[in-house]
């Protein structure tokens, strides 16, 4: 069935360092794979999403890549900063019209003074 | 101007009982879903309705029923609580692919 595998679960890293989050889909054919941020007892924001027709998006300090043919996504964010710690969840959709989400398990991110 | 609103916020209660969580959306979107969040923060897509109409139903135990009176709001109705049904819900709204949470109900069954 539809899955999506995220890695790492946790990460940790010092303000200022990069931190990369991975995720793998199993049906070839979502096409479409957002990235949420929920900080602790909030709801999951979005942060940024990919289209299956782009290979790379970015927005200030984070951006999105695109494997389609290995079927692997990733979210990079460069300058980390406290304020980045939270949980991450990749997920993935096979329909622009209101598919549902499955979601990769989180990866939480501790960014260190 | 909140976008997308959920009620109750918490919710105790004993099990075997019946409760209902509610949710609204100002954004004017067609879609509305329901997600149930675990204790080890998985999310997982309960159900989804499209201009009222139920578009996904994944495998939920017939206890859950959800109800959509009108496009704005999509309701969750819980029979016979068990331990398990502890979790957060989180409602959702999409007009295209972007879905827009609602703050959650934190549901414990005691």
């Known amino acids: 069935g539809e899955n999506v595998e995220q890695h790492p679960s946790t990460l940790s890293v010092q303000e200022g360092d990069s931190a990369v989050i991975k995720c793998t889909y199993s049906d070839s054919a979502s096409n479409y794979f957002p990235w949420y941020k929920q900080e602790l007892g909030k709801r999951p924001q979005l942060i940024i999403d990919i289209r299956s027709n782009v290979g790379e998006k970015k927005d200030q300090r984070i951006a999105v890549t695109l494997n389609k043919t290995a079927k692997h996504f990733s979210l990079h964010i460069t300058e980390t900063q406290p304020e980045d710690s939270a949980v991450y969840f990749c997920a993935a959709s096979k329909s622009l019209q209101g598919g549902k989400l499955i979601f990769g398990q989180g990866t939480e991110l501790s960014v260190k003074p | 101007d909140t976008a997308v609103s959920q009620t109750p916020k918490y919710l105790v209660t004993q099990m075997g009982n019946d409760k209902s969580i509610k949710c609204e959306q100002n954004l004017g979107h067609d879609t509305m879903y329901w997600y149930k969040q675990d204790s080890k923060k998985f999310l997982k897509i309960m159900f989804s309705y499209n201009n009222k109409e139920l578009i996904i139903n994944e495998t939920v135990p017939n206890r859950f029923s959800p109800k959509s009176p009108d496009k704005a709001h999509l309701n969750l109705h819980i029979n016979s609580l068990e331990l398990g049904d502890s979790a957060v819900y989180f409602c959702?709204?999409?007009?295209?692919?972007?879905?827009?949470f609602g703050p959650g109900t934190r549901l414990l069954v005691l």
């Open positions: 959702a709204s999409s007009q295209a692919e972007t879905q827009y």
